[in-house]
């Protein structure tokens, strides 16, 4: 009896070497990670799938929205101060400070094949660190 994948138990046969699929490893070391996308100097891997670096085009957008809220301080102050101060300590509570949330879109596009990638931030800072690394990316891609 003959068994298609050469073992008796059925265990598929490795690929040969021409039909391994590349492992980030063999495309080079990760320069820059946005997300969960990785860039290596020739290649974009994401979770769908690998992109050229060569010729990509990035794109940044940002989506925030700005809100006020009590701060967890003046809460715990105001509720503790009722017994003390009646209901004086309650003033606390239209103590409001800007809370900044958003996410960061970072869309790369390869030929016809496009990914984005969501990221969430709380500080203005995050989305410095974002554009640059996608600036730094844009410099790779025109090499």
């Known amino acids: 009896m003959t068994f298609p994948s ?15 699929p590349v492992s980030p490893e063999a495309a080079g070391p990760v320069i820059v990670e946005v997300a969960e996308m990785q ?22 957008t940002d989506h925030w929205l700005s809100q006020r809220v009590t701060p967890t301080w003046a809460k715990v102050a105001a509720f503790a101060g009722i017994c003390f101060s009646g209901g004086l300590s309650l003033l606390l509570l239209l103590v409001k400070e800007p809370v900044a949330q958003g996410t960061v879109n970072v869309t790369v596009t390869s030929g016809q094949h496009q990914y984005v990638a969501r990221i969430t931030v709380k500080h203005e800072g995050d989305v410095t660190a974002i554009n640059q690394q996608v600036n730094y990316v844009r410099s790779l891609a025109a090499l």
């Open 6 to 20: 050469g073992d008796p138990w059925g265990a598929p046969t490795p690929p040969s070497a021409s039909e391994a």
């Open 39 to 60: 860039i290596t100097s020739t290649m974009v891997h994401t979770p769908v799938g690998d992109l050229p670096l060569s010729g990509s085009r990035w794109q940044v």
